[in-house]
């Protein structure tokens, strides 16, 4: 008989409630190692090697959320997550050996919704993912139970129900993590929130070990709506500009 147990946040998890992880890794330690840490969590966890395979698995076994690496074998992480996102919509942590901030964007124009950088702790991996599943949770809360009306700065356009942007009528397509960083910035606009308020806000992680994230997605935020439209404030944070009153 399948038993409830307790994860290491301390979380109790059910057979029922379990979500699905496919980890795409090619490196066996790392894979062993994240299958471990996550089934340790209370994450049913499948594993595959190269891109082929991950994708193959993505659409057999329909994950929850993808760990992924960038560097793969077959076709690379990129084209992984262009693929299977054209089949679903699916979270995707992915994971890079460089700390280069071109493969970040890349890999946040394509679908990924957050990135770690190699090495990594697998405490903070796990606390990645328990984030993003808790903000697919919310998103499908919010579609159930919307807000109502439409937010206009300008040319911007924010629909709340929908969860889509605007910019001069045209449709801009955003992830779930570049909205909710969107809408964040445009509930108080003008005003300048830190790097930490937005990652506590949007990505319920408090350490400011993530904030990196933060600048790589509102590098990736200025390019879909507009670099003119999120104003940096050096050594504090960033504000999204409004037409003047």
Same mark, same amino acid.
């Given at each position: 008989?399948?038993?409830?147990?307790?994860?290491?946040?301390?979380?109790?998890?059910?057979?029922?409630?379990?979500?699905?992880?496919?980890?795409?890794?090619? !490196?066996?330690?790392? +894979?062993?190692?994240?299958?471990?840490?996550? %089934?340790?969590?209370?994450? =049913?966890?499948? $594993? /595959?090697? *190269?891109?082929?395979?991950?994708?193959?698995?993505?659409?057999?076994?329909?994950?929850?959320?993808?760990?992924?690496?960038?560097?793969?074998?077959?076709? !690379?992480?990129?084209? +992984?997550?262009?693929?299977?996102?054209?089949? %679903?919509?699916?979270?995707? =942590?992915?994971? $890079? /050996?460089? *700390?280069?901030?071109?493969?970040?964007?890349?890999?946040?124009?394509?679908?990924?919704?957050?990135?770690?950088?190699?090495?990594?702790?697998?405490?903070?991996?796990?606390?990645? +993912?328990?984030?993003?599943?808790?903000?697919?949770?919310?998103?499908?809360?919010?579609?159930? $139970?919307?807000?109502?009306?439409?937010?206009?700065?300008?040319e911007l356009e924010i629909d709340h129900a929908q969860r889509r942007v605007r910019v001069r009528a045209d449709d801009?397509?955003?992830?779930?993590?570049?909205?909710?960083?969107?809408?964040?910035?445009?509930?108080?606009?003008?005003?300048?929130?830190?790097?930490?308020?937005?990652?506590?806000?949007?990505?319920?992680?408090?350490?400011?070990?993530?904030?990196?994230?933060?600048?790589?997605?509102?590098?990736?935020?200025?390019?879909?709506?507009?670099?003119?439209?999120?104003?940096?404030?050096?050594?504090?944070?960033?504000?999204?500009?409004?037409?003047?009153?």
């Amino acid at each position: 008989m399948e038993q409830t147990h307790t994860t290491h946040s301390g979380v109790a998890a059910t057979p029922g409630a379990q979500r699905r992880v496919l980890v795409v890794e090619d !490196d066996s330690t790392i +894979v062993d190692a994240i299958a471990a840490r996550l %089934r340790a969590e209370g994450f =049913l966890v499948q $594993t /595959a090697p *190269d891109g082929p395979a991950a994708v193959d698995a993505a659409e057999a076994w329909q994950p929850d959320l993808m760990v992924l690496d960038i560097m793969l074998p077959g076709f !690379d992480g990129l084209e +992984v997550c262009r693929r299977v996102q054209a089949q %679903r919509p699916v979270p995707v =942590l992915m994971l $890079t /050996a460089r *700390d280069d901030e071109t493969d970040m964007l890349v890999g946040l124009g394509v679908g990924a919704d957050d990135y770690m950088t190699k090495p990594f702790s697998m405490r903070e991996l796990a606390a990645r +993912v328990h984030v993003l599943l808790r903000r697919v949770e919310r998103a499908a809360l919010a579609a159930v $139970t919307p807000r109502s009306g439409i937010l206009r700065l300008g040319e911007l356009e924010i629909d709340h129900a929908q969860r889509r942007v605007r910019v001069r009528a045209d449709d801009v397509h955003l992830t779930p993590t570049e909205f909710d960083l969107l809408v964040c910035l445009a509930n108080t606009p003008r005003a300048v929130l830190s790097r930490e308020q937005l990652l506590a806000e949007v990505w319920d992680w408090a350490d400011a070990s993530g904030t990196r994230t933060v600048d790589s997605h509102i590098k990736a935020l200025r390019r879909k709506i507009g670099a003119e439209r999120i104003r940096t404030v050096h050594g504090v944070g960033y504000a999204l500009e409004t037409p003047a009153p």
